[in-house]
């Protein structure tokens, strides 16, 4: 039995989203026969790293400061600063990334995880001192290489995101039913006042009168409320996870964070969540890739001007990117912009289905060059 490599991987990992904690598990499926990896939170953990190797997972996790009033030279993984890059350039580490990626676009508000100088400089030394960088997509290049030296602009290489391979990683036959899933982050959006007439029951009362019943599959607390519920068909939650949802004050806050944490720790399999839909419309990344490694047509919905074209580039056809993304001053535009996708899927799923597959297979051949490659890097 080859011995396999021991590396610290940052990653979010066992957290209240259930796209972080997702792609923690499908980084480690697709290393398991070759890697041992010893799991760093990005936000916790001090980045002490004992082995020689380092490899930043799959996520947005080279992005800006989350407290730009408090923090503003800080990056999404707080602890990768100057001290820690020259700790690791001292020790010889070898640095690479699999699958990251940024949310920070060029014209960050203050909202956005915007990049202070500082950050940027410690992006560049990070680009710098790391053997490849393999990103998720050619704009997350284009953001991260603009801070870097031109000698280490060879370093960046394409790499999808590895939850668009769920079905291969975990072994699951894709299935598919009278059902569409769709996520959006709505738990202050809708209110008891305007969940009545809110636009996506405009949504739903189309898709019931095609045969279709509508699942609400959040990823996180900042999804959902009791009201979000009431414009949908059912989600995939049971009845103890949904009296968390209903209590007082429910929301992004820590208590609720680790009681979602909790919940998609206990799933027997988080991947097979996406998994037995018809169609899927979502805005996280993780709301619309997952399904998508079930062959499922699902419309990428988000307004995030670096994540949005990726679902043209992964899958090369536009019916995969939303005419109009979701945003809630624009939710009636959104939802027709949906209705009219529906119409579209419905009329061509199969062949849809087989262009989703055969995409997925080119996106499978550049992993398996990248992952050799790594490997080989990596010694």
Known sequence: MTKKTAVDLLVYGPCSNAGDVLIHQTFNALFKDSLDTKYRHIRADKL???TDKVVIGP???????????????ELVIRHLNAKTLN???????????FGSGTNTPFDAHKNAKPFSSVSEQNIAKL????????????????????LCASEDSDKFVFQPCPSVFLDR???IKPETSDRIAINFPLNTAVT????????LKRFKE???????????????????NPYVLELCDGTTHDESVLKIVAADGFGASSEHNKKFQDVWMDYESLPARFNGYRFAFGTRLHSFLPFMAFNTPTVFLSPNEIRRPMGIEYFQHAAFSAAVPWSNAQGQEAVTSMIDRLNYFMAHEDRLRAHIQEQRERLWAITQVNKADMLERLG
């Open 48 to 50: 002490g790293c004992p």
């Open 59 to 73: 996520g947005g996790l080279l992005s800006g400061a989350y407290r730009t009033e408090t923090a503003p030279d």
């Open 192 to 199: 008891k006042e305007n969940v009545a007439n809110h636009p």
């Open 127 to 146: 680009a710098h001192l790391a053997t490849r960088l393999y990103l998720r997509g050619s704009r997350d290049i284009l953001r991260l290489s603009s």
């Open 169 to 171: 990683l975990f072994d």
């Open 206 to 224: 189309y898709a019931n009168a095609q045969g279709l019943k509508v699942y609400f599959l959040d990823n996180h607390p900042m999804d959902i």
């Open 87 to 97: 700790a690791w350039q001292k020790a010889g580490k070898k640095i690479f990334c």
